[in-house]
Nanobody, 120 residues
Framework: QVQLVESGGGLVQPGGSLRLSCAAS????????MGWYRQAPGKTRELVAI???????NYADSVKGRFIISSGDAKNTVYLQMNSLQPEDTANYYC??????????????WGQGTLVTVSS
């Protein structure tokens, strides 16, 4: 069984910063990608940022230059540093990973979500 545990959401004023963390645990053989998606009320879930096992990153255009995704030394943890936050960044942020478990196929897993609210 694989678990993703997220932390770091909260309320912040426009222009402020937050750092999200996500740790994967369980019978993991290899993590291919870890990333963050977000879903605002009434909208579909969208990719925010993703990092591959090799360290390649990709960002949504709306967050380029403001958000930075990184992985921990153990490669089972991913961080999202969010700077210059704006009200339109308000959403539930979900951690996502594509991985293989021992003797298993590729699997996709999601965290429970953490709420980020940007408001004055």
């Amino acid at each position: 069984q694989v678990q993703l545990v997220e932390s770091g959401g909260g309320l912040v004023q426009p222009g402020g910063s937050l750092r999200l963390s996500c740790a994967a645990s369980g019978s993991i053989f290899s993590i291919e990608t870890m990333g963050w998606y977000r879903q605002a009320p009434g909208k579909t879930r969208e990719l925010v940022a993703i990092i591959t096992r090799g360290g390649t990153t990709n960002y949504a255009d709306s967050v380029k230059g403001r958000f930075i995704i990184s992985s921990g030394d153990a490669k089972n943890t991913v961080y999202l540093q969010m700077n210059s936050l704006q009200p339109e960044d308000t959403a539930n942020y979900y951690c996502n990973t594509v991985l293989t478990i021992y003797n298993g196929p590729l699997e996709i897993h999601w965290g429970q979500g953490t709420l980020v609210t940007v408001s004055s």
